[in-house]
């Protein structure tokens, strides 16, 4: 067997970066693609010390200072490396010289969270379905009797019809039996799946922002960042558009609520490689982030944020976020969160399957 060198570089679970003098990347394969989450081409001319974490001072220092020509080759462990102000990951990375027609930097490097992220996602993800799954049960359990209770309360007031009084108490039992009626829909989600088309995921986003900027009238800006050339994606329109309602709302709730000055909403759109949602790799997947410069979430709250009846709000119901999240999961993808005060990001990623057809299971 022959083997060339190019494809076994390509081949490779490492992620593999060759600067020029300048630190400046000139080459990288397909695993840094997919661990920057950046093509080959963006990446081009990005400065290594660009793709590190400004908090590793010490190392970007070596590095700026560092003769290349004479380079002696070094390991640096536990890095923190920051592509992206929303993106953060843990890395050994090894250096050496590259003696090529030009001289640079060989730099190898290999993801530590990686195993730690698949079982946190898995853990955290059967405990949600655990979650969902004793509320849906539980909502089923209300509903059967709650229809005989608001069957009984019409009997009565039909036998009652000349009794103001009784009337009365009929009344408030049938409107809060269809209140109730309503929580229950709402924690039962929708109960048959609608066709999927194959859209562009901004004509979705388009429609939810028009939505949302009628509703709050120019009180809050609301920011683009889209990447144009993004493929299409097989979505349920309705669900989806619900999904992107409901955390959208979300921002501009807390927002409004926590009178933000300048609030901001953004949203940001990313082709993004080798995701890993529900210990499936991806080479491929459509990300969409909802930024907004909000107090954050309530930190006694973050770790079950997904969790159906899970509010910090008086007249909230812990409902939107837990349907986002079930809507998402039924396109094969995932929703995360991150949030600190002035900044909290919801990153929903969308896998593309190799058909390009994401409606079927995993
Ligand atoms: N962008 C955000 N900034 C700050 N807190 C947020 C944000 N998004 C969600 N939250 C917090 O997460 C909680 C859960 O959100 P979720 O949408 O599930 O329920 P809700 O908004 O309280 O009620 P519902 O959506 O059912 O009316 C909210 O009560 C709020 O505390
Ligand atoms: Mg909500």
Same mark, same amino acid.
């Given at each position: 067997?022959?083997?060339d060198?190019?494809?076994?570089?390509?081949?490779?679970s490492?992620?593999?970066?060759?600067?020029?003098?300048?630190?400046?990347?000139?080459?990288?394969?397909?695993?840094?693609?997919?661990l920057?989450?950046?093509?080959?081409?963006?990446?081009?001319?990005?400065?290594?010390?660009?793709?590190?974490?400004?908090?590793?001072?010490?190392?970007?220092?070596?590095?700026?200072?560092?003769?290349?020509?004479?380079?002696?080759g070094?390991?640096?462990?536990?890095?923190?490396?920051?592509?992206?102000?929303?993106?953060?990951?843990?890395?050994?990375?090894?250096l050496?010289?590259?003696?090529?027609?030009?001289?640079?930097?060989?730099?190898?490097?290999?993801?530590l969270?990686?195993?730690?992220?698949?079982?946190? /996602? +898995?853990?955290?993800?059967? @405990?949600? $379905?655990?979650?969902?799954?004793l509320?849906?049960?539980? *909502?089923?359990?209300?509903? #059967?009797?709650?229809?005989?209770?608001?069957?009984?309360?019409?009997?009565?007031?039909?036998?009652?019809?000349?009794?103001?009084?009784?009337?009365?108490?009929?009344?408030?039992?049938?409107?809060?039996?269809?209140?109730?009626?309503?929580?229950?829909?709402?924690?039962?989600?929708?109960?048959?799946?609608?066709?999927?088309?194959?859209?562009?995921?901004?004509?979705?986003?388009?429609?939810?922002?028009?939505?949302e900027?009628?509703?709050?009238?120019?009180?809050?800006?609301?920011?683009?960042?889209?990447?144009?050339?993004?493929?299409?994606?097989?979505? /349920? +329109?309705?669900?989806?558009? @619900?999904? $992107?309602?409901?955390?959208?709302?979300?921002?501009?709730? *807390?927002l409004?609520?926590? #009178?933000?000055?300048?609030?901001?909403?953004?949203?940001?759109?990313?082709?993004?490689?080798?995701?890993?949602?529900?210990?499936?790799k991806?080479?491929?997947?459509?990300?969409?982030?909802?930024?907004?410069?909000?107090?954050?979430i309530?930190?006694?709250?973050?770790?079950?944020?997904?969790?159906?009846?899970?509010?910090?709000r008086?007249?909230?119901?812990?409902?939107?976020?837990?349907?986002?999240?079930?809507?998402?999961?039924?396109?094969?993808?995932?929703?995360?969160?991150?949030?600190?005060?002035?900044?909290?990001?919801?990153?929903?990623?969308?896998? +593309?399957?190799?058909?390009?057809?994401?409606?079927?299971?995993?």
């Open positions: 067997m022959q083997c060198a190019k494809t076994i570089i390509e081949s490779i490492t992620a593999l970066l060759v600067t020029d003098s300048q630190l400046k990347v000139a080459f990288a394969n397909t695993a840094a693609e997919q920057f989450s950046m093509s080959r081409s963006k990446l081009q001319g990005i400065k290594l010390t660009d793709l590190i974490d400004a908090r590793e001072k010490n190392l970007i220092e070596t590095l700026q200072h560092s003769n290349v020509p004479t380079f002696q070094f390991t640096a462990t536990d890095i923190t490396f920051s592509p992206d102000p929303h993106v953060h990951f843990h890395a050994d990375m090894y050496s010289l590259y003696t090529g027609r030009a001289r640079g930097l060989v730099v190898e490097i290999h993801r969270d990686y195993q730690q992220k698949l079982n946190e /996602d +898995l853990q955290r993800r059967n @405990q949600n $379905l655990a979650a969902r799954d509320i849906r049960n539980l *909502a089923h359990e209300i509903k #059967n009797p709650l229809g005989g209770i608001r069957g009984a309360a019409q009997l009565l007031e039909m036998t009652y019809s000349t009794d103001s009084e009784l009337k009365e108490y009929t009344k408030v039992i049938i409107e809060q039996a269809d209140r109730l009626k309503a929580l229950v829909d709402r924690l039962l989600g929708p109960q048959r799946a609608n066709p999927r088309t194959m859209t562009n995921i901004h004509y979705v986003i388009e429609k939810v922002l028009s939505l900027s009628m509703a709050t009238q120019g009180r809050l800006r609301f920011e683009k960042d889209y990447d144009p050339s993004l493929p299409e994606i097989m979505l /349920d +329109l309705d669900a989806m558009q @619900q999904a $992107l309602i409901n955390i959208i709302s979300n921002a501009i709730q *807390a409004t609520e926590s #009178n933000t000055t300048y609030p901001t909403i953004k949203i940001r759109t990313r082709a993004l490689m080798g995701a890993l949602v529900g210990g499936v991806y080479p491929m997947s459509i990300e969409v982030s909802i930024i907004d410069n909000g107090p954050g309530p930190e006694e709250i973050k770790d079950m944020l997904f969790y159906p009846m899970v509010t910090s008086a007249e909230g119901h812990g409902l939107g976020l837990s349907i986002a999240q079930n809507i998402v999961e039924h396109h094969n993808g995932t929703i995360e969160c991150e949030s600190t005060p002035g900044c909290t990001v919801f990153k929903l990623i969308l896998p +593309l399957t190799t058909n390009n057809n994401n409606a079927g299971s995993k």
